[in-house]
């Protein structure tokens, strides 16, 4: 599948880049709205991921759930979605 048609599939921009010194060609997804993200979180639930990107989805999966459910504004699981961020960044 190229690029180009793996963008239209899921809806969203992607973008390919390799790191130096290596072969490996990496994908980047770039979505821009929240409404988008639903098609993306359906295609890696019935297609997961392995290893530690599986659990970094996860995590993802979990806060995109939040936001959705505006739980991210509340300030008494406020502070469970800003550790979720914290470890993403860690």
Do not use: A
Request: charged share 25%; net charge neutral; hydrophobic share 35%.
């Amino acid at each position: 599948m190229k690029d180009d048609d793996l963008s239209k599939f899921l809806s969203c921009n992607l973008s390919s880049y390799k790191i130096k010194d290596s072969n490996d060609e990496y994908l980047s997804i770039s979505i821009s709205s929240i409404d988008k993200l639903k098609f993306l979180l359906n295609y890696f639930n019935n297609y997961p991921l392995f290893g530690i990107k599986s659990q970094y989805f996860q995590d993802w999966n979990e806060i995109y759930t939040m936001i959705v459910n505006q739980e991210h504004l509340r300030v008494d699981l406020k502070l469970n979605y800003k550790n979720l961020l914290w470890i993403k960044n860690v």
